[in-house]
Structures are given as C-alpha cells and as structure tokens.
C-alpha cells in the first residue's frame, strides 16, 4: 500500500489483537475523527533507478525529449525529469496494475470501443516493448540504439511507432509509444512531488498555476492575465530553502 | 462453498440495512435513523472525510486523483463487461473511462461535480406527452420509452428537500408559476427560490450569455452545489463558499464547499445513536425468504474474506445505478429481462447522457481555465425536453446548452486546434499558445430508452469472488446521434457569436466507447413505473416482487433526460422516504397493488 495512514496501521494492530472477527471497521457514535491524520503523497527523491535499467533509462531519456524537446519555451522531457517520473511509477502499484482488471479470456479481436485489453501491466510493456525496440534498432540502424539516432531519425521512427506502420519484433509498437507518450505527459504536467514537471516547467509551459486553491480574485477579474508563479503540494523551493 | 457458508457469522438483527453509504444512502441512514429504527449502513470502500482524506495540504492531486483514480472502485473488485449491440461479444472495462463510479462513504457524492438539476414536468410523462403532441409514430423505432409513474408536482416538495439539504446555489425561473428574468423560464413550478444565490461566472460565461440572448435563447446560472456563499442545512451541517479551485469533479472538497454527504449528511448521521456504519465490507447479496417474496437481510464479505449475515426487516440498495441491478441479478430481486422475447424488467432500459457541442478558439482570450468548479457554467434550456417543437426534426429529446469551465488541470486538459501533432516542437507550441484561448459550448442531452440497451448477468467474466460481472450493451442509437448533432450545429452557432475564431463542431459519430470520460450518468436497469411488465419497482421505489427492498438511485429512471441526475436521484429518494415514514413503517407490505 502506498498510502499508509496512522488510522490503518492502527486498525491494523488493532485487528491483530483481538481474535474476534473483525466486521471490516465498526463505527458508530461519532465521528472516527483523529488530529493530523492526513495522508500526503511519498515524495520522489533523486537517487538510483527503481525499475528500469541504465539502458532503458536513456531510450525513455531519448523518447521523452523528442516527444516535449528543450527549447525557448522551456525545459525539455528529460530535464523535466519524465524518466525519473515513469521510474517511479512503474517501480510503484501503478506499474502492477493493481487496481485494473486483470481476469481472462483475452480474445484476439476487440472492438475499439471496448479499450485495452492486454494482459501486460505497465512494468511488462516498457520492459518487453524496450527490448523490442533495442532489437529493432540494431538491425535497422547498423547496430545503433535508439538515444544514438539522429533527432530527425528519431523523429521518424516515433512517428512510425505512433501510427504502426514500423514492426517490433513481437511487440505492439503502438502499445509501447502510447505507453511512453501518456507517461511522459503525465510526468510533464503532474505535480512535481511525483519526479517530473521538475521547475514546473509544464505548468509554466500553459500558465496553470498549480494547487492554489483559490481563484474568486481571477472570477472576479475577467479576462485579465494571472501573474502568480504555480505551487505545488510541497510549496515553492524558495519557501521552503531560506537564502535561495 | 458449503464450507464458506458454514463460516458465515449470523449477526444480530437490525431494522434498516442500507447497501452503500453514498448519497442516496446517507440521506435514509440519517432520517430512519431519527425514527428510532436500528440502522446500519455497509459500505464497500473505506471511511472517508474532509480534513483527513481531502485535506488541502493533499486534495489538489490530479495524478494521484484523476489520472490513477485513488477513490473510485478499483476495477479488480468490481467492473463491467461491455459491447455496443447485442450480437457482440462483451469484453470487461479493464480500468473506468467513460464513467467514473466511487467507493468509500460517500460515494461518488464526494468527487461529483454537483450541477444539480431538477427534470422538466413533460420529462415524467415523457411517452403520453410526445404522443399526444407528435403522434406515436414520431417516437424512434425500437424505443421503450415510457412515463415515469411520479409526476414533477408530486416530486417538487423533495426537490425542495434535496436542494436544501445541498444549499443549492442558483437563481428560480419559475416561482410558484411566475416567471423570473434571471432564471430558467422553462423549469417547472417551485415553491422557493435556491437556499443560496448563483456563483459568480467566468469571461467566457459572460460572452456565452451574451451571444445566446443574442440567439434569443434564455442563459441562466447553472443551479451548482459548489456554494456561492456560507450556508447550514437542514440538519445543521455547515458549508463554506466555493473558491475556484479547479479540483471539483474528481476531487473531494477540501473547502467543505461541495454538497456531499461528507458536507451535509454525516456529520449529523454519526450523532444518531442507532446507526452503524461498517466500512470495507461488500455486500455480495440480498437473501430472500424460501418463497422469494420477502427479503431475509444481505450476506457481505469484509476485506479479509470472512463472510457475515446481516439480518434485517427492510433492505435499502443504494450501491449507484448499475450495482443496484447487479445485486437485484445476482439476489433473483424481480425477472431477469430477457431481450429476445422482451420480457422481463431486471436490467431493462439502461440509458446513458449524449455529449456534442462545440470548441471555440479565439484569437486572443484570457479564459483562466483553471479558475473553474464542478459546476460553474451557464445554460440555456431552450432546447432541452420538449421545449421546442420537434415537427420534422426527426427526434425526439432535447439538451441544455452550456457555457462552463470546470477544471483547468493540464494532464488532461491541453486543448489545441484541430490538426496539431501531439508530441514535438509544434505540439508544444500549440499547447502553450491554445491554452488560455479556448472554451467550449456543450449539450448535455438526453437519451432515449431502447430494446436493445440494457443490463445483464455476463456469461464469462467474474469477480474475484467468482460472481459473473454485469454486462451492459449500449449504443447511441439513431435518435440520439440526430439530436446530438442538431445540438451541436447550435453550439457552433452560438460559439461564433461569441467571437470565436475557429470553431470545431463535436458530435456522436463513432459508436459509444468506454475510452474518453463522457458522464457517469448511468441511468435505467431497475425502472420505477405503474405496470409491472414494465418497470421493477412501483412509484415509490419499492419492489414489485420483494415488499421490504426499495431501490434508490438512477437506476430507477425509465430514460435519461437532458440534464445530470442527481437532483432527480436526491428528490425520488427523499419521495420513497416519505413513503416509508408515512405508510410502509405503519403497515409494512407492497405500496401498490395492481
Ligand atoms: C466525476 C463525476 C462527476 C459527476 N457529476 C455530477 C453532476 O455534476 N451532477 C449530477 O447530478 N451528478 C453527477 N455525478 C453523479 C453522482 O455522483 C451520482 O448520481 C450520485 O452519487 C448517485 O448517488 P447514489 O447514492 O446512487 O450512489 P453513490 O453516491 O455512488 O453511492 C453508492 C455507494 O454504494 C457503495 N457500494 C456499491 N456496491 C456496494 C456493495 N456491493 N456493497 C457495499 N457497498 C457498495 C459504493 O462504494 C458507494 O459508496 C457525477 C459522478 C462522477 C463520478
């Protein structure tokens, strides 16, 4: 569990303790209300790799910075930090698909409409569609990977993954770049706490200004532009480093 | 098996068992509990409150909330199978898309949006009213569209319940027949204007109006349970004003300024002293007695797998539409409906809400997206209902017509102009260029009910605890995809009025998919009615075939108007719940004889 709050490690214990059945959780009279039982987010901190190895780090380093490239606008999807982010997530319940439906049959033919169907959890996808790639690669590109291709090569092959038309050695090229592209954009645009957005750069890039939770000024204000730096769940770095 | 239900804890009795602890449920727990009866409540999901689970330290989360889906039920537990006609194989909804159902006290009363309706008066006799105006051959084929068994006056007085237990905020149209200026001259009559005035809208609320009147439309704040002021209900529980924060559908409030049973219903709940709320357990059955007449009380599983008997003299579903009809299926609560031979009411009618509408680009705008609630917006309702004369249109049903923003939040909201790429250099700047510049005006409409759109046990796909899924087979059909267009050549009318530079038109035109989120307005399945081959439960929400289990939710609407249910949902519940005070606890048995 990621989020483990005071309240379920005590019930936990409590559960534990006694020999009763246990009736989920009782609660009757008031309010099961407990002082500071909020249950914030566990930051990412920098440090080594959770999931994926050096390799494949710097194809997603690769990817991610063709799909969101540096420029006047701001930082690109590696600086931004989008493969720590999807690092993260997959070493995380996210990358278990814990929470999807994961029962068979898996029938061949699908209808649009009815959405994915793979088996594969997320930690499968970029471990087997990586390994495709990399095959891919080798052989198409003298022995090149992908983060050695030119940006336009790069470029290209993305486009080809996007729309199918390139083959992976059995792997769904579309699943591997829809995988990526709604990592990468989610790492991009979700609050830092979670590795990527990293400066807010994201939120700069369209002038969201985060979770500051009170805009009756700008209601009030029609039409008129925000001027506010964004804020994340974890503040602003100078808030929170004095001298800086 | 057998040796499961050897395990099975008989509990002590108890008079109300309420399945769910979300809105309609709350509502019950807390006025049967105020009559001295004995209640529980079982939930499936945790306990959930304000400081402790949508504090503002946390709440603004969207990957944690919205795109990882922290609160809803998890697929793994309970999902459904779907394909769009009958002839296809269904396949299970692996992780929620199209709608978004909640787990956890609350339900998803706690991250709906709260744009609070109440339906128009034709839209509960719906079929004798198109008839009488159009002639029945104006309905569309294969339709099962019928009248509700309850009329809009016969429902006022709870609408009033309801929208006073929220604090409604919002501005009357129609106040005891006088027509009002500032309101929807088309709503049906009320008694009292809202509990609280209507929120201050957005720049672009402020060019829709504009534009529409222009149309000779009639714009009207959209009635919002993101209240525009402080506010304390009817039970004593207190509100706080709204403050744009853009993380309202979703989200829980961490401002205690959405309409919740957290904000209006639990914390005067909890003070009862006969009511228990046993959390994290899933109630995976309604037990009848031998004959199938009466039920005996519900058999739930907690989290760890040990099942428990619950017995109880009234059994009370409010799990949400579509786990309402599961349980009746998997219980044997009423007939199965059988859609080959059209017979049969358990799972008949199931309806959903049609989307289209318009995106509108300016040249330059400041929309500020993300100063934005759940239910900010202004709607015009001239084409909703039979408000309008449908003669050679060639449908039937109409939409409200919305100007709003309701979230700003960049995962999911990146507009750009038809045509951009969507990665690289032009992607990029697209979205930074588009961001500020777009708005939309949509129609939420209604839709119809049909032979072949309905609910049913699925064949092979199960739940962990080896229970077929339910399998739902819907599509829009010709009607709806009409009048979705219809609408939407409106929108992009009204959208160039407003100023806009481009316009994209947005319609039905692929058959209805379980992808992109549309609404979780899951209507129909256990339909309230006057005949029982027709509709599940009678007027007063009760079973037709088993006297002590009333059925709350949207489940119960023969079809789906033009609007979002939960006023509706909120105004049948506290109905029925009249009906259980005033007659069913004095003399407990069937409501309705025929
Ligand atoms: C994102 C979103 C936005 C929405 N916006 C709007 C809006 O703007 N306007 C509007 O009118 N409506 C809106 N809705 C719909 C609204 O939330 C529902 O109509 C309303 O909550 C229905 O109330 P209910 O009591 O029927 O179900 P719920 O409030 O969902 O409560 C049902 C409860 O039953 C529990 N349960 C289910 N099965 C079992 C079981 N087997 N055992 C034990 N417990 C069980 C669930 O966990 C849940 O807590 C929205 C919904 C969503 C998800």
Same mark, same amino acid.
């Given at each position: 569990?990621?989020?483990?709050?005071?309240?379920?490690?005590?019930?936990?214990?409590?559960?534990?303790?006694?020999?009763?059945?246990?009736?989920?959780?009782?609660?009757?009279?008031?309010?099961?209300?407990?002082?500071?039982?909020?249950?914030?987010?566990?930051?990412?901190?920098?440090?080594?790799?959770?999931? /994926? *190895?050096?390799?494949?780090?710097?194809?997603?380093?690769?990817?991610?910075?063709?799909?969101?490239?540096?420029?006047?606008?701001?930082?690109?999807?590696?600086?931004?930090?989008?493969?720590?982010?999807?690092?993260?997530?997959?070493?995380?319940?996210?990358? *278990?698909?814990?929470?999807?439906?994961?029962?068979?049959?898996?029938?061949?033919?699908?209808?649009?409409?009815?959405?994915?169907?793979?088996?594969?959890?997320?930690?499968?996808?970029?471990?087997?569609?990586?390994?495709?790639?990399?095959?891919?690669?080798?052989?198409?590109?003298?022995?090149?990977?992908?983060?050695?291709?030119?940006?336009?090569?790069?470029?290209?092959?993305?486009?080809?993954?996007?729309?199918?038309?390139?083959?992976?050695?059995?792997?769904?090229?579309?699943?591997?770049?829809?995988?990526?592209?709604?990592?990468?954009?989610?790492?991009?645009?979700?609050?830092?706490?979670?590795?990527?957005?990293?400066?807010?750069?994201?939120?700069?890039?369209?002038?969201?200004?985060?979770?500051?939770?009170?805009?009756?000024?700008?209601?009030?204000?029609?039409?008129?532009?925000?001027?506010?730096?964004?804020?994340?769940?974890?503040?602003?770095?100078?808030?929170?480093?004095?001298?800086? | 098996?057998?040796?499961?239900?050897?395990?099975?804890?008989? /509990?002590?009795?108890?008079?109300?068992?309420?399945?769910? /602890?979300?809105?309609?449920?709350?509502?019950?727990?807390?006025?049967?509990?105020?009559?001295?009866?004995?209640?529980?409540?079982?939930?499936?999901?945790?306990?959930?409150?304000?400081?402790?689970?949508?504090?503002?330290?946390?709440?603004?989360?969207?990957?944690?909330?919205?795109?990882?889906?922290?609160?809803?039920?998890?697929?793994?537990?309970?999902?459904?199978?779907?394909?769009?006609?009958?002839?296809?194989?269904?396949?299970?909804?692996?992780?929620?898309?199209?709608?978004?159902?909640?787990?956890?006290?609350?339900?998803?009363?706690?991250?709906?949006?709260?744009?609070?309706?109440?339906?128009?008066?034709?839209?509960?006799?719906?079929?004798?009213?198109?008839?009488?105006?159009?002639?029945?051959?104006?309905?569309?084929?294969?339709?099962?569209?019928?009248?509700?068994?309850?009329?809009?006056?016969?429902?006022?007085?709870?609408?009033?319940?309801?929208?006073?237990?929220?604090?409604?905020?919002?501005?009357?149209?129609?106040?005891?027949?006088?027509?009002?200026?500032?309101?929807?001259?088309?709503?049906?009559?009320?008694?009292?204007?809202?509990?609280?005035?209507?929120?201050?809208?957005?720049?672009?609320?402020?060019?829709?109006?504009?534009?529409?009147?222009?149309?000779?439309?009639?714009?009207?704040?959209?009635?919002?349970?993101?209240?525009?002021?402080?506010?304390?209900?009817?039970?004593?529980?207190?509100?706080?004003?709204? *403050?744009?924060?853009?993380?309202?559908?979703?989200?829980?409030?961490?401002?205690?300024?959405?309409?919740?049973?957290?904000?209006?219903?639990?914390?005067?709940?909890?003070?009862?002293?006969?009511?228990?709320?046993?959390?994290?357990?899933?109630?995976?059955?309604?037990?009848?007695?031998?004959?199938?007449?009466?039920?005996?009380?519900?058999?739930?599983?907690?989290?760890?797998?040990?099942?428990?008997?619950?017995?109880?003299?009234?059994?009370?579903?409010?799990?949400?539409?579509?786990?309402?009809?599961?349980?009746?299926?998997?219980?044997?609560?009423?007939?199965?409906?059988?859609?080959?031979?059209?017979?049969?009411?358990?799972?008949?009618?199931?309806?959903?809400?049609?989307?289209?509408?318009?995106?509108?680009?300016?040249?330059?705008?400041?929309?500020?997206?993300?100063?934005?609630?759940?239910?900010?917006?202004?709607?015009?309702?001239?084409?909703?209902?039979?408000?309008?004369?449908?003669?050679?249109?060639?449908?039937?049903?109409?939409?409200?017509?919305?100007?709003?923003?309701?979230?700003?939040?960049?995962?999911?909201?990146?507009?750009?102009?038809?045509?951009?790429?969507?990665?690289?250099?032009?992607?990029?700047?697209?979205?930074?260029?588009?961001?500020?510049?777009?708005?939309?005006?949509?129609?939420?409409?209604?839709?119809?009910?049909?032979?072949?759109?309905?609910?049913?046990?699925?064949?092979?796909?199960?739940?962990?605890?080896?229970?077929? /899924?339910?399998?739902?087979?819907?599509?829009?059909?010709?009607?709806?995809?009409?009048?979705?267009?219809?609408?939407?050549?409106?929108?992009?009318?009204?959208?160039?009025?407003?100023?806009?530079?481009?316009?994209?038109?947005?319609?039905?035109?692929?058959?209805?998919?379980?992808?992109?989120?549309?609404?979780?307005?899951?209507?129909?399945?256990?339909?309230?009615?006057?005949?029982?081959?027709?509709?599940?439960?009678?007027?007063?929400?009760?079973?037709?075939?088993?006297?002590?289990?009333?059925?709350?939710?949207?489940?119960?609407?023969?079809?789906?108007?033009?609007?979002?249910?939960?006023?509706?949902?909120?105004?049948?519940?506290?109905?029925?719940?009249?009906?259980?005070?005033?007659?069913?606890?004095?003399?407990?048995?069937?409501?309705?004889?025929?």
């Amino acid at each position: 569990m990621v989020y483990k709050t005071r309240r379920e490690v005590l019930a936990a214990s409590a559960v534990a303790a006694l020999a009763t059945p246990a009736l989920g959780r009782t609660i009757s009279g008031e309010m099961p209300w407990e002082p500071n039982d909020a249950h914030p987010p566990a930051p990412v901190v920098p440090g080594p790799l959770q999931f /994926l *190895t050096p390799d494949e780090a710097a194809t997603i380093d690769a990817i991610v910075d063709r799909l969101i490239p540096s420029d006047e606008l701001g930082l690109g999807g590696k600086d931004a930090g989008c493969t720590v982010f999807i690092d993260r997530q997959l070493a995380g319940s996210y990358g *278990t698909n814990e929470t999807r439906y994961t029962k068979g049959p898996f029938p061949e033919h699908t209808l649009p409409s009815q959405g994915a169907q793979s088996p594969l959890t997320p930690r499968e996808q970029y471990r087997n569609g990586l390994a495709a790639l990399a095959t891919y690669c080798k052989a198409t590109f003298d022995g090149r990977a992908f983060e050695a291709l030119s940006a336009a090569e790069q470029d290209t092959l993305l486009k080809g993954l996007q729309k199918g038309d390139v083959k992976l050695p059995g792997f769904s090229a579309k699943m591997l770049f829809a995988a990526v592209h709604t990592n990468a954009m989610e790492g991009y645009f979700a609050d830092p706490v979670y590795g990527g957005n990293h400066e807010m750069a994201g939120w700069k890039l369209v002038g969201f200004p985060g979770t500051r939770y009170d805009y009756r000024d700008v209601i009030a204000n029609p039409n008129q532009p925000y001027t506010r730096p964004p804020v994340s769940i974890q503040g602003r770095a100078e808030w929170t480093k004095p001298g800086k | 098996m057998d040796e499961a239900r050897q395990m099975t804890t008989i /509990l002590p009795r108890k008079g109300v068992v309420i399945v769910g /602890l979300g809105w309609t449920g709350s509502i019950l727990a807390l006025e049967l509990a105020r009559q001295g009866l004995d209640v529980v409540a079982i939930e499936r999901g945790p306990w959930r409150d304000t400081a402790t689970d949508f504090n503002i330290g946390t709440a603004a989360d969207e990957l944690r909330y919205s795109a990882r889906q922290e609160t809803l039920v998890k697929p793994a537990q309970e999902t459904l199978t779907m394909r769009n006609t009958p002839a296809q194989t269904a396949l299970p909804i692996r992780s929620w898309g199209s709608f978004l159902p909640g787990s956890g006290v609350g339900g998803s009363g706690m991250h709906w949006n709260g744009q609070t309706w109440r339906f128009l008066p034709n839209d509960f006799v719906i079929n004798s009213h198109l008839t009488a105006r159009y002639g029945a051959a104006a309905l569309p084929q294969g339709h099962q569209i019928q009248d509700w068994g309850v009329t809009y006056d016969e429902l006022e007085p709870h609408y009033d319940a309801f929208e006073y237990l929220c604090g409604i905020s919002g501005v009357a149209g129609n106040l005891r027949g006088k027509i009002q200026e500032e309101g929807n001259p088309f709503e049906g009559a009320r008694q009292r204007g809202y509990p609280t005035p209507p929120l201050k809208q957005g720049y672009a609320q402020d060019l829709f109006a504009k534009a529409a009147r222009e149309h000779g439309l009639h714009p009207f704040p959209r009635p919002s349970a993101n209240l525009s002021t402080a506010y304390t209900n009817t039970y004593g529980c207190s509100l706080a004003p709204c *403050t744009y924060c853009g993380f309202c559908e979703r989200f829980g409030c961490a401002n205690y300024a959405k309409s919740s049973p957290q904000t209006c219903v639990l914390p005067a709940l909890m003070r009862e002293k006969t009511f228990e709320a046993r959390t994290e357990c899933e109630v995976t059955k309604v037990n009848l007695s031998a004959d199938g007449k009466h039920a005996t009380g519900v058999t739930y599983v907690d989290k760890d797998g040990v099942e428990f008997e619950q017995p109880g003299d009234l059994v009370l579903l409010c799990a949400y539409a579509l786990f309402n009809v599961r349980l009746m299926l998997l219980s044997g609560i009423g007939k199965p409906y059988d859609r080959d031979r059209n017979e049969g009411v358990v799972g008949r009618n199931y309806a959903y809400q049609s989307s289209s509408g318009s995106t509108a680009f300016f040249e330059s705008a400041r929309f500020n997206p993300f100063a934005a609630s759940g239910s900010l917006g202004v709607t015009a309702d001239d084409y909703n209902g039979d408000n309008f004369d449908h003669g050679g249109l060639g449908f039937v049903g109409g939409a409200s017509i919305t100007s709003a923003h309701t979230n700003g939040r960049p995962i999911s909201y990146r507009p750009v102009p038809p045509g951009t790429p969507t990665w690289g250099a032009a992607w990029k700047r697209a979205t930074a260029d588009t961001y500020q510049k777009v708005t939309t005006v949509n129609a939420a409409g209604s839709v119809m009910s049909y032979r072949d759109c309905y609910l049913d046990l699925d064949p092979t796909y199960k739940d962990p605890l080896g229970r077929p /899924l339910l399998r739902m087979t819907f599509d829009f059909q010709d009607n709806e995809r009409k009048m979705a267009r219809w609408m939407a050549e409106h929108c992009v009318d009204i959208a160039k009025t407003m100023g806009a530079k481009q316009t994209v038109l947005n319609t039905i035109t692929e058959p209805w998919s379980v992808v992109p989120y549309q609404t979780t307005h899951n209507t129909g399945g256990a339909v309230m009615g006057s005949d029982p081959k027709t509709s599940a439960l009678n007027k007063y929400l009760q079973s037709w075939d088993v006297s002590n289990v009333f059925v709350m939710g949207a489940s119960a609407f023969p079809q789906n108007a033009g609007y979002n249910p939960t006023g509706t949902v909120g105004a049948l519940t506290y109905w029925a719940l009249n009906a259980i005070k005033t007659t069913y606890l004095k003399n407990p048995g069937p409501l309705v004889t025929v």
